[in-house]
T-cell receptor, first 114, second 111 residues
């Protein structure tokens, strides 16, 4: 158990809908990263927050957004969903924002868009 | 941009066989290098890491050496067990502190 929790574990929805994925980092970790794992693209970095502020952006679509709240939990919002958004979404947390800080991964949320 | 290339799987070995999973990288700077493991139905776990050239990361019998001259970070284990069956990802630290992953190599170990 990494100490990172993600809810829900599974999510099934229809095209055009909007969903919210939630992540609670390990106690004491200030950084949260979101990654998408799909068969086509592999594991890709989406976005990072550090202590409530957006710090880095990767291959995140404009239809996707995220935020980190004062209690440091984070939410990833996916809207106007398409079939190709079906994937496993991982959250990871680390104590800082440096490359030397180990990232601890949650169990993931599996999103299926029908 | 920075990238990671690792050998495609699946790799199937018998128990106690020697394992090598090749990983090479392209990076403009001097990134840290990682191997992560993903067991079925679980998230990724850090297996080992190396932060500078010639560093050797090791954990649970697995080893990898950061080779700057060949831009490689090959994963090795002398004697695999059935419990090592998983997907292994090579990764490097991107300029933004994020991780850049290879496509993963699925390892199956037969008794």
């Amino acid at each position: 158990d990494s100490g990172v929790t993600q809810t829900p574990k599974h999510l099934i929805t229809a095209t055009g809908q909007r969903v919210t994925l939630r992540c609670s980092p390990r106690s004491g970790d200030l950084s949260v990263y979101w990654y998408q794992q799909s068969l086509d693209q592999g594991l890709q970095f989406l976005i990072q927050y550090y202590n409530g502020e957006e710090r880095a952006k990767g291959n995140i679509l404009e239809r996707f957004s995220a935020q980190q709240f004062p209690d440091l939990h984070s939410e990833l919002n996916l809207s106007s969903l398409e079939l190709g958004d079906s994937a496993l979404y991982f959250c990871a947390s680390s104590v800082g924002a440096s490359e030397y800080n180990e990232q601890f991964f949650g169990p993931g949320t599996r999103l299926t868009v029908l | 941009g920075d990238s990671v290339t690792q050998m495609e799987g699946p790799v199937t070995l018998s128990e106690e066989a020697f394992l090598t999973i090749n990983c090479t990288y392209t990076a403009t700077g001097y990134p840290s290098l990682f191997w992560y493991v993903q067991y079925p139905g679980e998230g990724l776990q850090l297996l080992l890491k190396a932060t500078k050239a010639d560093d050797k990361g090791s954990n649970k019998g697995f080893e990898a050496t950061y080779r700057k001259e060949t831009t490689s970070f090959h994963l090795e284990k002398g004697s695999v067990q059935v419990s090592d069956s998983a997907v292994y990802f090579c990764a490097l630290s991107g300029s933004q502190g994020n991780l850049i992953f290879g496509k993963g190599t699925k390892l199956s170990v037969k008794p």
